[in-house]
């Protein structure tokens, strides 16, 4: 069974970094890529950014919202990808998904984490 | 940017009713367009890819339409359980984007 379990969020100052996790089972972690999702409260969902699998190169796309903010990056060996987020804005808040993304002439998601909240606020 | 906009933003409908959702690309995406749908504090669940493929586990009631610029998921029967948010993505180019949602209610 495909499960992928967010981690790390929590309450940080503007400014700060946070790192957050998503650990993934049940699947060949590395053979795959994985997105960033996030949506702020009440309101829809947000893409955030996304790492391609080491046979694609394990490249990123960025948001233009995060860009030079955020870092996506991946250890096959763990089956963990992180979200490194510096400089965080009060308007990063939000819940932040992974979802497990495959290849079938471009890459979507297929399976969604339960999310993680991170609340930015002095 | 692609902007995705949908429609209705809302729709309330009746147990057993044919309920069609809209989702208009602001250029041409070939067939690159997933449906998820999402329940009230919960994560989404993805239901179409590629337009009109179902994911596996999904049931026949939802069904995708659709290519280049106009698109649209039906739920043939509505069921309770079928109660809430849907969301169509772009993923033929980045970044790709979320239409605004469409809010599934059981009247």
């Known amino acids: 069974e495909v499960q992928l379990v967010e981690s790390g969020g929590g309450l940080e100052q503007p400014g700060r970094s946070l790192r957050l996790s998503c650990t993934a089972s049940g699947f060949t972690f590395g053979d795959y890529a994985l997105t960033w999702v996030r949506q702020a409260p009440g309101k829809g969902l947000e893409w955030v950014g996304f790492?391609?699998?080491?046979?694609?190169?394990?490249?990123?796309e960025f948001a233009a919202s995060v860009k030079g903010r955020f870092t996506i990056s991946r250890d096959d060996s763990k089956s963990i990808a992180y979200l490194q987020m510096n400089g965080l804005r009060t308007e990063d808040t939000a819940v932040y998904f992974c979802?497990?993304?495959?290849?079938?002439?471009?890459?979507?998601?297929?399976?969604w984490g339960q999310g993680t909240l991170v609340t930015v606020s002095s | 940017d692609i902007q995705m906009t949908q429609s209705p933003s809302s729709l309330s409908a009746s147990v057993g009713d044919r309920v069609t959702i809209t989702c208009r690309a602001s250029?041409?995406?070939?067939?690159?367009l997933a449906w998820f749908q999402q329940k009230p504090g919960k994560a989404p669940k993805s239901l179409i890819y590629a337009a009109s493929s179902l994911h596996s586990g999904v049931p026949s009631k939802f069904s995708g339409s659709g290519s280049g610029t106009d698109f649209t998921l039906t739920i043939s029967s509505l069921q309770p359980e079928d109660s809430a948010t849907y969301y169509c993505q772009q993923y033929n180019s980045y970044p790709r984007t979320f239409g605004q949602g469409t809010k599934v209610e059981i009247k």
């Open positions: 790492i391609r699998s080491k046979v694609y190169g394990g490249t990123t």
């Open positions: 250029q041409g995406i070939s067939n690159y």
């Open positions: 979802g497990l993304t495959e290849y079938s002439s471009n890459w979507y998601i297929s399976y």
